[in-house]
């Protein structure tokens, strides 16, 4: 649901009238009533409860990211065009993502055509990009020693200091079964065939898109994958397909995802739009046991002290996956460590290190990626923490992330200070009764 927000304010633009005026001014930004109003709106349908004074807290952060702008521009801090077309484009096509493709779902809701909205949205988000690139080089620099970790450990209050549960820290080793000879030419001779009934017979690509490729997600729009720029296709397709002339179909092309024919159907600078019809080659039986017999002989080695854990996972495991850069540790996407809470873990790899000692590997077992393909891997239990109160011995790499967010948190506030005196500020009288402004309109802050 969170990316239904991305584009929210246009949203509630399209569904109320705010009668708009001019309600802050940060040097030489403006401040509208209506931007207080729309992020009021979105949090109110988020939580019914809200505090009475909410809109100035609001306004404060508006007012905070309005003066990073301000200085960005003073400072002529630079935001490509494409930048900004870039994030402008992976935003439409995560929301597009979550409702299925359904371009008239996506109208409907936010009440304008996919490109309307870009239009109207483009301006904030290059904003955004700037205000965040200032911010960010205004805390580039900022660190904390050992010393301050600990003290800002030391700060804590007994009671105040957080509660961990029970944490692992997991490695892996992935394996892809390999296809074999003969199921990789019949997916060539069916793609051929395809091929030659669209160049040769004359049938409908997108026809045959709907009814042959084993992408589903782009099969049902025949094959269609909109438009794109450089970087987000696998290599060989990309090469590929920036090599056609328009309505030209490609010869089959391989990936890692199978086999493709595609069909350049405009392009637009370095914008291209494509569609393809993919063949993937059927894993059998048989590829699977060879897939599995493999792991389980790098195993061994790994048992035998025949070779690390390190140098299995540079020899063996998926270059593909993320913990293969990673020394084969896998990191947490929710948190961005390598730290799992347990209750955390998918089922398969929770019943698989449930009984294991830390230092242990697993036998190989089977699952599927994200886009359903079967894959092996082994696990070794790195490390395993017990529920206990937070503590420099076990978690000082958590801590010492916490100190230097409070330590960037308190040179942005006193950078805010510093500039708030050296710029024009004007806050509209509506909102006098906010203490949490004062500072903006140069008052002492109240105690």
């Known amino acids: 649901m969170m990316l239904l927000c991305t584009f929210a304010g246009i949203a509630l633009r399209a569904q109320s009238a705010v009668i708009d005026k001019v309600v802050g001014t940060v040097g030489g930004e403006l401040v509208l009533l209506s931007e207080v109003e729309e992020q009021y709106a979105l949090m109110s349908a988020q939580n019914s409860k809200l505090p009475k004074d909410i809109r100035c807290n609001i306004l404060e952060g508006i007012l905070s990211s309005k003066l990073l702008l301000n200085q960005a521009k003073l400072d002529s801090v630079e935001v490509a065009d494409e930048e900004v077309e870039s994030q402008l484009d992976a935003r439409i096509e995560r929301i597009l993502?979550?409702?299925?493709?359904?371009?008239?779902?996506?109208?409907?809701?936010?009440?304008?055509?996919?490109?309307?909205?870009?239009?109207?949205?483009?301006?904030?988000?290059?904003?955004?990009?700037?205000a965040d690139r200032m911010r960010a080089q205004i805390m580039r620099d900022v660190s904390v020693t050992p010393s301050e970790v600990k003290a800002f450990f030391r700060n804590i209050p007994r009671d105040s200091l957080p509660y961990f549960n029970a944490e692992v820290e997991i490695g892996e080793i992935?394996?892809?079964?390999?296809?074999?000879?003969?199921?990789?030419?019949?997916?060539?001779?069916?793609?051929?065939?395809?091929?030659?009934?669209?160049?040769?017979?004359?049938?409908?690509?997108?026809?045959?898109?709907?009814?042959?490729?084993?992408?589903?997600?782009?099969?049902?729009?025949?094959?269609?994958?909109?438009?794109?720029?450089?970087?987000?296709?696998?290599?060989?397709?990309?090469?590929?397909?920036?090599?056609?002339?328009?309505?030209?179909?490609?010869?089959?092309?391989?990936?890692?995802?199978?086999?493709?024919?595609?069909?350049?159907?405009?392009?637009?600078?370095?914008?291209i739009h494509v569609r393809h019809i993919l063949v993937r080659p059927r894993i059998t039986d048989e590829d699977l046991r060879l897939a599995r017999a493999h792991l389980d002989s790098v195993r061994m080695l790994i048992l035998n002290d025949s070779i690390t854990f390190s140098l299995a996972v540079k020899r063996f495991s998926d270059k593909n996956t993320q913990s293969y850069n990673n020394d084969g540790r896998v990191v947490n996407p929710m948190v961005?460590?390598?730290?799992?809470?347990?209750?955390?873990?998918?089922?398969?790899?929770?019943?698989?290190?449930?009984?294991?000692?830390?230092?242990?590997?697993?036998?190989?077992?089977?699952f599927a990626d994200p886009l359903g393909e079967p894959h092996f891997r082994i696990l070794k239990l790195m490390s395993r923490t017990a529920p206990h109160r937070a503590s420099l011995e076990l978690d000082y790499s958590k801590i010492?992330?916490?100190?230097?967010?409070?330590?960037?948190?308190?040179?942005?506030?006193?950078?805010?200070?510093?500039?708030?005196?050296?710029?024009?500020?004007?806050?509209?009288?509506?909102?006098?009764?906010?203490?949490?402004?004062?500072?903006?309109?140069?008052?002492?802050?109240?105690?």
């Open 97 to 130: 993502a979550y409702m299925n493709n359904d371009v008239s779902q996506f109208e409907t809701y936010y009440g304008q055509t996919i490109s309307e909205v870009k239009e109207q949205f483009r301006e904030d988000l290059r904003s955004q990009i700037l």
């Open 174 to 271: 992935v394996h892809k079964p390999k296809v074999n000879a003969e199921e990789r030419q019949k997916a060539i001779d069916k793609l051929t065939e395809i091929r030659q009934r669209i160049v040769e017979g004359g049938e409908d690509f997108a026809g045959l898109a709907q009814k042959y490729s084993d992408d589903r997600g782009s099969a049902r729009l025949g094959g269609d994958l909109g438009w794109s720029k450089r970087g987000k296709f696998v290599p060989e397709f990309e090469a590929a397909a920036y090599n056609l002339d328009q309505s030209e179909i490609s010869d089959l092309v391989e990936s890692e995802f199978g086999f493709h024919i595609i069909q350049l159907l405009e392009r637009r600078g370095n914008s």
């Open 336 to 366: 961005g460590n390598t730290f799992f809470e347990v209750g955390d873990l998918d089922p398969d790899v929770y019943f698989t290190i449930d009984t294991m000692k830390v230092g242990g590997i697993s036998a190989p077992y089977e």
């Open 400 to 447: 010492q992330r916490a100190a230097i967010e409070s330590k960037k948190s308190d040179f942005i506030d006193k950078w805010v200070r510093e500039k708030i005196d050296d710029t024009f500020i004007y806050i509209d009288p509506t909102y006098d009764n906010c203490p949490v402004l004062d500072i903006w309109r140069g008052k002492p802050v109240r105690p």
